[in-house]
């Protein structure tokens, strides 16, 4: 029986590893990859034992993009009919971008090799990404004739800033990871070997995090990207006052006062 596309293991500390699982085609998004990348991030909002997510590639790719194996994304002008949501929604993709935006938990790119087109839309939905020395990171989709899609003209000016991101996707070029964390592109660069063992320690210290206000947080950010300052100041302390009458909170700062490690329940 074979492998599925999409490999899931989650630890006794609440890590959801998931690994795309494509290597001979450096993990080309298939069908299988992106439904159970979106299930395991709706799951993250009813989940307790999730507290963060990793993403990585199994083999010497993160992420090539689309499958083009059978043609693609490509639509001839004489093809078949659509699927009534396809011209209604026109989402495209969208459906798992927005269950990753939509997600409870910090989540972690874990970028060991290429990540380019789609596969590069997918990382910049991480909050973190932690790349290999090996990585290398870009839209390479105006060398296909296309514009960029996968969320990537979304994340990227807010990464790197509208001029650079102008220029990186006039130009398809893929960036070595030095490069990518120059410009922000990537939090760190590590070496390829140790990739995991840092990623997951890295996770191991969110998921001993307190989970409501990592989920709290991460909602924060997700809402400053479009809100006007004055509906950002209401969510914001309204989000803290909530955060404020836990035991998290409770705990958090008696461990502070007793100069000790808190132990958070997420209650």
Avoid at 39 to 55: L, Y
Avoid at 224 to 245: G, K, P
Wanted: net charge neutral; with cysteine.
């Amino acid at each position: 029986m074979p492998e599925p596309d999409l490999l899931r293991e989650l630890t006794d500390d609440g890590v959801l590893l998931l690994t795309l699982n494509r290597p001979e085609t450096m993990n080309a998004i298939s069908g299988g990859i992106s439904a159970g990348l979106a299930a395991a991030a709706r799951e993250s909002k009813t989940n307790d034992r999730i507290r963060v997510i990793v993403i990585t590639g199994n083999g010497r790719g993160f992420c090539s993009g689309a499958d083009l194996s059978t043609g693609g994304p490509v639509r001839s002008a004489g093809g078949g009919p659509r699927p009534r949501s396809a011209t209604v929604d026109k989402l495209g993709p969208g459906d798992l971008l927005l269950a990753l935006a939509d997600a409870d938990v910090p989540i972690i790119g874990a970028i060991n090799g290429a990540a380019a087109g789609a596969g590069f839309g997918l990382a910049l939905s991480c909050d973190v990404r932690i790349a290999s020395d090996q990585a290398r990171l870009g839209s390479v989709f105006i060398r296909r004739g296309v514009g960029p899609d996968y969320g990537s003209s979304y994340w990227l000016p807010r990464l790197v800033g509208l001029a650079k991101a102008y220029e990186l996707f006039y130009s398809g070029e893929l960036l070595d990871a030095k490069a990518a964390l120059a410009i922000g592109l990537v939090n760190r660069v590590v070496p390829h070997e140790t990739l995991m063992d840092e990623t997951m320690a890295y996770a191991r210290t969110i998921a001993a995090g307190p989970p409501l206000a990592y989920t709290y947080t991460r909602r924060a950010l997700m809402r400053s990207i479009d809100d006007d300052l004055r509906t950002h100041l209401v969510f914001e302390w309204t989000q803290q006052s909530e955060l404020l009458s836990t035991a998290d909170a409770r705990e958090g700062f008696a461990a502070f006062l007793e100069r000790r490690a808190p132990r958070f329940s997420g209650a």
